[in-house]
């Protein structure tokens, strides 16, 4: 089955600042990469998904990067606000894409 | 309004007594699923459906149980509780799913934190 790591697992940053969350996956079929984010004591939601026909994608303050030679897709974060604080999950499909398996999160904080 | 509804939202309970956590989808969505969530380790899949009467085990299946007799409801089984089980758990569901379609936004429930004493 599908292996997605996700890198770091905390990451704090000054407001204003940027940041970069990279998940590694290990099946070349995977062919969707969606990311969803926690708010604290919220349910996950989907905040921007990428397909494998595109190398980036954006959506005003956010985006994602996919390098399918070397398995790794990136969310980034520009210009941080303390909204932006919360748990940060990658995703990647297995099973023949019946399944979603999640990373194991990355905790954000924007520091005021 | 369009959501996924999870009851009970917390419960306490002991080893052995059997439970049952609801989901209900009112968006007509073929695929659901079960997600436990633990800290440091993610969302982890317990269970999915890809249609009515159809089941299929995720990656940490071991001491739950699933039916999926109607398409809105997919509930979650305990039959024997164990403290092991303690987590917060997340119903969600897709329109589908599947290599030859669409892979579409997964709309999670507001999560079930469930004790086992």
């Known amino acids: 089955g599908e292996n997605v790591e996700q890198h770091p697992s905390t990451l704090s940053v000054q407001e204003g600042d940027s940041a970069v969350i990279k998940c590694t996956y290990s099946d070349s079929a995977s062919n969707y990469f969606p990311w969803y984010k926690q708010e604290l004591g919220k349910r996950p939601q989907l905040i921007i998904d990428i397909r494998s026909n595109v190398g980036e994608k954006k959506d005003q303050r956010i985006a994602v990067t996919l390098n399918k030679t070397a398995k790794h897709f990136s969310l980034h974060i520009t210009e941080t606000q303390p909204e932006d604080s919360a748990v940060y999950f990658c995703?990647?499909?297995?099973?023949?894409?019946?399944?979603?398996?999640f990373g194991s999160g990355t905790q954000l904080t924007v520091l005021p | 309004e369009a959501q996924v509804t999870q009851n009970p939202r917390y419960l306490i309970t002991v080893t052995g007594k059997k439970l049952t956590v609801t989901c209900s989808q009112n968006m007509n969505h073929e695929y659901m699923s079960w997600y436990r969530q633990d800290p440091g380790l993610g969302l982890r899949q317990i269970y999915y459906s890809m249609n009515v009467e159809v089941t299929d085990k995720g990656d940490v299946p071991e001491g739950y149980k699933v039916s999926r007799k109607e398409k809105r409801n997919f509930p979650l089984i305990l039959e024997s509780p164990s403290p092991n089980q303690t987590s917060l758990y997340f119903c969600?569901?897709?329109?589908?799913?599947?290599?030859?379609?669409?892979?579409?936004?997964?709309?999670f429930g507001e999560g079930s934190r469930l004790t086992v004493l």
């Open positions: 995703a990647a499909p297995s099973g023949s894409a019946r399944q979603l398996t």
């Open positions: 969600a569901s897709s329109l589908r799913r599947g290599a030859q379609t669409s892979s579409g936004e997964l709309f």
